[in-house]
Structures are given as C-alpha cells and as structure tokens.
C-alpha cells in the first residue's frame, strides 16, 4: 500500500469477527470495520497515532492550511493524530510555532505539542485554552464529535451545536488571516453556521476527505482568511475616546 501522499490504501481480504458473549453486536461490527479499514492498517505503517491523520493530509494538500510557525489548536485531540501532522509541518518539534491540544481523553505526549485533558464544553475553557497558547492562533481545527445517541437527527443537531461553539471560539482567538477547520455531519442544519463563517471568513468550503468512511455522513467545513480581528480593533478604535478636544464637551 502507498503512503499519504500517494493513492488511497486498498483494502485486503475481508475479516469477519463473530460476537462475542460479553461483547455487543454495536461493538464486534465496530471491530470488523477497524481490522477490515486500510487507512487503520496503513496508519499502523506509517507511525501515524489514528486513521484521522489522513484527513488533515488531504485537507492541508488541496488547501494549504499548515505552515511553518503557526499557532495551532486542536480541539478533540485524542489521540492525537492531526497534532502529530501538524507538529510535522509547522516544525513544532524544533520549537517553531506552538500545538495546543485538549480532549475529554489523555493523549500520550507529542514532542513541540501541549496536551490537556479539559472538557471544551466547560465555561472557563475557552480562558484556560487562551492562557495556554500564550496568544492568538493561526488556525483552529476541531474534530470534536458529541457521543451519539442512535436518532440521527439528534446526533447531528448535537455536532452542529458542537462545531458552533467551536466557531464562536475560533473567531475570538484567530488573528487576522486565520483559519478555522471543524466536523459536521450533512445534513442540511448547519445553515446559520456557514452563514456566520462566510460572514467572518474570506472564503468557506466544504470538504469530503477519502479518509472518510464510506457511507459516513462525516463531512468538514473550512474557513480561510479570518477578517474579524481586524473589524473588532476597528471597532475598539472607534470606540474610543480620540484625545482631541471636544467643543461641544463642557
């Protein structure tokens, strides 16, 4: 099988696994699909810690997102595999640019790479994120999935509302010309979060990855060129007080 920059990994014989009594049938078709999935196997190969990393290779090949020095955040790091992917190519194992990575899960450590375990969804978050990075990112990338509850509908709801605090996050952190890449599922409700990407955002595109299962409804949305810094000290500017002196003032 090739590696990442060349053609997609080609599948093997077929392994079935048969259920076991303390296992469920949700869990043993979980285990067939990873032993019979060759981005899993070719993953295993190339030292990369998930089959996700594929993805975030894509992505950054069409759309040219990972530079050297960036200020990176990876929001549902675990287990790491896009922070090991961008480590690489922002030089973050040299000590140029900065990776900070949380998750729900601990995540073995990465060289150039911050890990914590913080819950995105706590209200002091966002601060503790900020005070880590020391600064403004370069790019946000989320990857966050809510645990699914079976009803389609609910499970997409639910990332969407995920991917839009992601993106609120994003817009406050990102300096100008920053770059915000998270998971949705299609599904036709992530309107209001395009809107205010494309509102924000230079240009917004949806992206299908081939690492992407087939049949999956995972989908990505990626925002370039962030122009909301700019506005808001524009706007701080305008706000305040100039210094002159006023004739209208007493």
């Not at 992917?85 to 073995?108: C, E, F, S, Y």
């Not at 911050?114 to 706590?122: K, R």
């Not at 992530?190 to 995972?218: C, W, Y």
Request: charged share 30%; glycine share 10%; with cysteine.
């Amino acid at each position: 099988m090739s590696g990442p920059a060349g053609e997609k990994p080609r599948g093997e014989l077929k392994i079935r696994v048969k259920t076991a009594r303390k296992r469920s049938l949700a869990s043993t078709l979980w285990l067939e699909r990873q032993l019979n999935d060759p981005y899993v196997a070719q993953a295993k190969k190339d030292g990369y810690r998930s089959r996700a990393a594929y993805k975030l290779i894509e992505i950054d090949q069409r759309y040219h997102i990972l530079k050297p020095g960036q200020r990176i955040l990876d929001l549902g790091a675990a287990p790491g595999g896009w922070s090991q992917i961008a480590a690489k190519k922002i030089g973050a194992g040299k000590g140029r640019g900065k990776i900070v990575g949380i998750d729900l899960l601990p995540i073995d450590p990465l060289a150039g790479v911050d890990f914590a375990v913080l819950d995105f969804m706590q209200p002091d978050a966002p601060d503790r994120l900020k005070e880590m990075l020391g600064g403004q990112a370069d790019l946000v990338l989320s990857d966050m999935a809510a645990n699914t509850t079976g009803h389609k509908k609910t499970d997409h709801l639910r990332i969407i509302a995920m991917a839009e605090l992601a993106a609120d996050f994003a817009c406050e952190v990102l300096s100008d010309g920053g770059a915000f890449l998270a998971k949705v599922f299609q599904g036709g409700t992530e309107n209001d979060l395009l809107a205010r990407l494309k509102t924000n955002f230079a240009s917004v595109h949806h992206v299908k990855p081939e690492a992407s299962r087939a049949g999956s409804a995972e989908l990505y949305v990626l925002a370039k060129g962030f122009r909301g810094a700019l506005r808001k000290q524009e706007s701080r500017e305008a706000e305040e007080p100039s210094g002159e002196w006023d004739p209208r003032v007493g």
